[in-house]
Each structure stands twice: as C-alpha cells, then as structure tokens.
C-alpha cells in the first residue's frame, strides 16, 4: 500500500489551517431532564448549529467496532474511528469471540499462567469488575474463572475495581452479590475461588496518562500487599462505605477481604496475574509496576517475582505488557500515516486526561510519531482535583496554545480534544456538567475568531455523547428517583449522535455536504478531512461526507 494522499484534481484544499475539534462527551439528545448540554448557556454552539450544515454521526456500537448497537461508544474507540478512517473490530469484541471460540485458552500466556497456578501459586485476577463493556466485562472474568478450575488452577483471587461509571453510579452490589453465588458454587475441595481487595476505579488502580500515579500506588498497597481497611466481603465493604459517607462506586475507597485479620489474596512469589481488562490508556501503568524492574514512580515496597498478563497488549509500540492473552485490533493506514507521508504538518494537543486519545488513539493505538518532524504532541497539564470542583479544566489553557500554534503558521492540521463534557459528566453532577459545557463554548467563540481570520476550515465533533444524558430516566421519561428521593445520577456514556459540523466561511462553492441520512459514523470524519486540504481519501477509507464540485 502506498502510504500517501494524492492531490485532488478538483479542489486545491483550504488555504488556511483545517482543525478537527472533538468535544469529547457532547451527544445530541433531545431537551429534557437531564440534559446538561440543552441547559447550558451556549451561544456559540447554538449560532453553528442553525448557521452550518451538521450532520448527526454514529459514535456507538457496530458504528466504532463494538459487538451490537447496545454497547455505548467511548473515547477509545471512538478515537481510533476519528484518526483510522475504517472501523475495526476492538477489544471487547476480539475478547468475546477469542473466549467463545476457545482461542485465548490456547495461547502460550495462558498456559504460561496455569502452569505457574498447578505449581501451588495463586492465580489472580484485576480489573474493572461490571458489565459496562468499555474498559471490561465480567462475563470475561467468569469465563476465565471456570476454565482456570477445569485446567487444574487449585487458588484463584480476585481483586475488583468498582465501576460505578460506565454503568449505574451505585450498582455495585448487582454485580458482587451474583458473583459471590458464582464463587460458591464453583468451590470444592480442591479449588478455592475469592474476592480478596477491591475499591473505587477513580481512587486505585486506573490511573491514565501518568496523571495521578497515586492511584496505582494506592492500587498496588490494595492488591499486592494487602494493606487497607480490612472487611469480611466485599459487599460488607460497599455497605459501609456507603453507610458513612455518600459516594458512589467510582469513588469508594481501597478495601482488604481478611479472616481472622490476615488479607486472603495478597500477591507473592511464585503467583500469575492477569489484568483482565481490555481498553488500554487505564490498564497501561498498573502494568508497568508488575513488570518494569527498574521503576521508580513510587515505593513498591517488594516486588513480587510472578507471571503477569494483560487481556490485550496495551501499547504496541512499547510492549506494554510484555504477555498479552488476546491480539489487539491491527489498526493501520491511518490519518496521521498519511499526511506525514504526504509531508503534511500536524498538531495534536489537549490536556493530560484526553492527550493519549488524539495520540495514541488517533493513530492506531500507536504510542510513537510517524515523523518527528512533521508532528508536533502538546499536552497541558490537567488539575489533580475532582472534575466537578474546576469544571473548565484546562479548556482556556488549551485553547491559549492552540491559538498561538495557529497564529504560527506552522501547521496545516490541527486535532484537538476538550475533555470537558466527558470527565465531567462522569461526576454525575448536573450543575458542574453544565458549567463544564459554557466553559467549551466560550473556547469554541475564541478559537473560531481566529480560523476565520486565517481563512482555515474547522470540523467540530465529539466521539461519544455523555454530558447530554445526566439522569437515569424512567419508560415516561422522568428521572428516577433513589431511596432518599433524590435524582439517579447517570455517569455512562450515551447511545446517543453526536454533531459533526463544518465550519467554513470561503470554501463552501467548492463541495457539498452529503445529505445527512444517518449512516455516517466517526470513521467518516478523516476522509472529509483530507478533502478538505485539498487530497482524495484512500480507497479504503469510509467516505467523505463531502462531495466536490
């Protein structure tokens, strides 16, 4: 394949710089409760939307590569959709049909772990424990389970992060109690199956980007050496916690399952690991701390000698882990390798939270550059805070920098990320979502002054809906309700379009905009983009939403 873009012989491309901005977790849903998006105070958003064409983009389900049209879009795949051009089929997919067709359970990882498991080691597995099906899914885990007891694992423990996030805020219990049952009726005399630690996916364990190595570090206390508050399950822990203070799983803190006040499931010499979620940016640095021996983001205090495993390999570049029991999506002629083959500038730039996403998501699940010259990766930052406490987060500084790289003249594709909608919305509260999304628009009125001064073209998205659902709706459209009365946060993504505008005030006599009928998904974005800078869109590419003229 021949890595380059060839010119288009009907239009010479825009003269100025053409942008990509992805408003991560701006989903189009209709006004109503729970929508912070409507609610918001978004003159600028609002002027675009009945002032330019936009159409409605696919950001979920078969749309980005996920099994069905019920599984929510995210941020991972909906990048890798954005930068790719192709959907692929990703990791929750590959899992499910590896399991179902027996594959992972001959690879050599796997028998590498089971082999370390018959030897008296224990067998252990971490990741986020639901059925959310964006970082992992518990059916995964169970099938692992029962297969691991078939092939003569005699000790298996079990250390769950609490999710709370892409499924119900407070569902936790749905998902312990069940599989407490699963547990027992598993065990027998020669096989002992148990949750040993646990907490909240936003307090241990899944830190991203290296933005709070204090959650690994917390993590690594939790699962590893057993140090925590002591409870005797792991639903008496949840029932505490919640007891004391009101929290949401997400944000449980750590806890150690004892008996007779000694950790059931610490990790020791001799054991097998295996983080069995599937998405990467999450799983990468709990990785590193099991495998690097020369480490030094925090005390490790020891380091045990075991097997460790991913369920993917989460960085390819970098190897990251070095055992991986499925192969991840081999995402190739993407955007980002064709403009820099063509010898066409870039920019990449949004703050630490979302910086992988227009990254290492963007090109492929690829950590490196195609060319160090040609590409320029700018990262701000973000506050170490709760998101709903600074709901701006670092949108003006973001948009500071983008501004001077546009002013530069340096670059003639810019991709950028606002977090706001997204991490925000995670929180739950309706207010801070709210403010978070006034806060993007007034980044889009500055940032748009200046493309129209330098006669540039800006194509403004997002790759999943969020922020536009922030309750729990009953059939009649009303919010549920809690025990207490108060509203049931929703803190998922959505099923939900989510815009795709193109902005443009000097080229429009140029092409056309398709007519908006619905098929169109995140993958059609990177052939529109090309287009526009004047290139045909390989053939193998989902198509422009463009035509020339």
Same mark, same amino acid.
């Given at each position: 394949?021949?890595?380059?873009?060839?010119?288009?012989?009907?239009?010479?491309?825009?003269?100025?710089?053409?942008?990509?901005?992805? *408003?991560?977790?701006?989903?189009?849903?209709?006004?109503?409760?729970?929508?912070?998006?409507?609610?918001?105070?978004?003159?600028?958003?609002?002027?675009?939307?009945?002032?330019?064409?936009?159409?409605?983009?696919?950001?979920?389900?078969?749309?980005?590569?996920?099994?069905?049209?019920?599984?929510?879009?995210?941020?991972?795949?909906?990048?890798?959709?954005?930068?790719?051009?192709?959907?692929?089929?990703?990791?929750?997919?590959?899992?499910?049909?590896?399991?179902?067709?027996?594959?992972?359970?001959?690879?050599?990882?796997?028998?590498?772990?089971?082999?370390?498991?018959?030897?008296?080691?224990?067998?252990?597995?971490?990741?986020?424990?639901?059925?959310?099906?964006?970082?992992?899914?518990?059916?995964?885990?169970?099938?692992? #389970?029962?297969?691991?007891?078939?092939?003569?694992?005699?000790?298996?423990?079990?250390?769950?992060?609490?999710?709370?996030?892409?499924?119900?805020?407070?569902?936790?219990?749905?998902?312990?109690?069940?599989?407490?049952?699963?547990?027992?009726?598993?065990?027998?005399?020669?096989?002992?199956?148990?949750?040993?630690?646990? $907490?909240?996916?936003?307090?241990?364990?899944? /830190?991203?980007?290296?933005?709070?190595?204090?959650?690994?570090?917390?993590?690594?206390?939790?699962?590893?050496?057993?140090?925590?508050? %002591?409870?005797?399950?792991?639903?008496?822990?949840?029932?505490?916690?919640?007891?004391?203070?009101?929290?949401?799983?997400?944000?449980?803190?750590?806890?150690?399952?004892?008996?007779?006040?000694?950790?059931?499931?610490?990790?020791?010499?001799?054991?097998?690991?295996?983080?069995?979620?599937?998405?990467?940016?999450?799983?990468?640095?709990?990785?590193?701390?099991?495998?690097?021996? %020369?480490?030094?983001?925090?005390?490790?205090?020891?380091?045990?000698?075991?097997?460790?495993?991913?369920?993917?390999?989460? /960085?390819?570049?970098?190897?990251?882990?070095?055992?991986?029991?499925?192969?991840?999506?081999?995402?190739?002629?993407?955007?980002?390798?064709?403009?820099?083959?063509? $010898?066409?500038? %870039?920019?990449?730039?949004?703050?630490?939270?979302?910086?992988?996403?227009?990254?290492?998501?963007?090109?492929?699940?690829?950590?490196?550059?195609?060319? =160090?010259?040609?590409?320029?990766?700018?990262?701000?930052?973000? /506050?170490?805070?709760?998101?709903? %406490?600074?709901?701006?987060?670092?949108?003006?500084? #973001?948009?500071?920098?983008?501004?001077?790289?546009?002013?530069?003249?340096?670059?003639?594709?810019?991709?950028?990320?606002?977090?706001?909608?997204?991490?925000?919305?995670?929180?739950?509260?309706?207010?801070?979502?709210?403010?978070?999304?006034?806060?993007?628009?007034?980044?889009?009125?500055?940032?748009?002054?200046?493309? =129209?001064?330098?006669?540039?073209?800006?194509?403004?998205?997002? =790759?999943?809906?969020?922020?536009?659902?922030?309750?729990?709706?009953?059939?009649?459209?009303?919010?549920?309700?809690?025990?207490?009365?108060?509203?049931?946060?929703?803190?998922?993504?959505?099923?939900?379009?989510?815009?795709?505008?193109?902005?443009?005030?000097?080229?429009? =006599?140029?092409?056309?905009?398709?007519?908006?009928?619905?098929?169109?998904?995140?993958?059609?974005?990177?052939?529109?983009?090309?287009?526009? *800078?004047?290139?045909?869109?390989?053939?193998?590419?989902?198509?422009?939403?463009?035509?020339?003229?």
């Amino acid at each position: 394949m021949n890595n380059s873009l060839k010119k288009s012989d009907k239009f010479a491309g825009v003269k100025g710089p053409v942008l990509t901005v992805v *408003m991560d977790g701006i989903g189009l849903a209709p006004t109503g409760p729970g929508n912070a998006v409507a609610a918001a105070n978004t003159p600028t958003l609002d002027y675009l939307i009945s002032r330019y064409p936009m159409l409605k983009l696919k950001a979920h389900g078969t749309a980005v590569g996920l099994p069905s049209d019920e599984d929510m879009g995210n941020s991972e795949v909906g990048h890798n959709a954005l930068g790719a051009g192709q959907v692929f089929a990703q990791g929750a997919k590959l899992v499910s049909q590896s399991i179902e067709q027996g594959i992972i359970f001959e690879s050599d990882t796997w028998k590498t772990l089971i082999d370390a498991a018959k030897k008296g080691g224990t067998l252990h597995f971490i990741g986020l424990f639901s059925d959310g099906n964006v970082h992992s899914n518990i059916s995964h885990l169970k099938a692992m #389970i029962v297969r691991a007891k078939e092939s003569g694992a005699m000790r298996v423990r079990i250390h769950i992060l609490l999710d709370g996030r892409d499924v119900g805020e407070t569902s936790a219990l749905d998902y312990i109690l069940p599989f407490e049952e699963f547990l027992k009726e598993l065990r027998s005399d020669t096989f002992d199956a148990k949750i040993a630690s646990g $907490g909240g996916r936003m307090k241990i364990t899944m /830190d991203r980007y290296e933005a709070d190595w204090g959650m690994v570090e917390r993590g690594w206390k939790t699962h590893v050496l057993g140090e925590g508050r %002591q409870f005797a399950s792991a639903a008496e822990a949840v029932e505490t916690y919640r007891r004391e203070a009101p929290v949401i799983d997400q944000d449980l803190p750590p806890f150690v399952i004892a008996e007779n006040g000694r950790p059931v499931g610490t990790i020791e010499d001799g054991d097998s690991v295996v983080f069995f979620n599937f998405r990467g940016d999450r799983a990468i640095e709990i990785s590193r701390a099991f495998e690097e021996e %020369q480490f030094d983001k925090f005390d490790r205090v020891r380091h045990p000698k075991v097997v460790y495993a991913g369920m993917l390999e989460y /960085d390819g570049d970098l190897h990251i882990p070095s055992r991986f029991l499925v192969s991840p999506p081999l995402i190739t002629g993407t955007m980002g390798e064709f403009l820099a083959n063509t $010898g066409v500038s %870039q920019l990449a730039i949004s703050e630490t939270q979302k910086f992988g996403h227009v990254t290492y998501f963007w090109n492929g699940n690829r950590s490196g550059k195609f060319s =160090d010259t040609l590409e320029t990766y700018m990262e701000i930052t973000s /506050d170490i805070v709760p998101f709903e %406490q600074r709901p701006w987060m670092k949108c003006a500084e #973001i948009t500071d920098r983008l501004i001077e790289c546009l002013y530069s003249g340096k670059y003639r594709y810019l991709r950028v990320n606002y977090p706001n909608g997204d991490m925000v919305g995670h929180t739950g509260n309706f207010l801070a979502t709210q403010i978070s999304v006034e806060a993007l628009d007034l980044q889009l009125a500055r940032l748009l002054k200046v493309v =129209d001064e330098l006669g540039g073209v800006a194509l403004i998205t997002a =790759d999943h809906g969020n922020a536009d659902e922030l309750y729990e709706l009953d059939k009649s459209g009303q919010p549920k309700r809690n025990k207490d009365g108060t509203i049931k946060a929703k803190t998922a993504h959505t099923l939900n379009p989510v815009p795709c505008i193109i902005y443009d005030n000097y080229y429009r =006599d140029y092409y056309r905009v398709k007519s908006d009928n619905g098929a169109f998904g995140l993958s059609n974005v990177a052939a529109t983009m090309v287009n526009l *800078m004047g290139f045909e869109a390989p053939a193998h590419w989902d198509e422009s939403m463009i035509e020339l003229v």
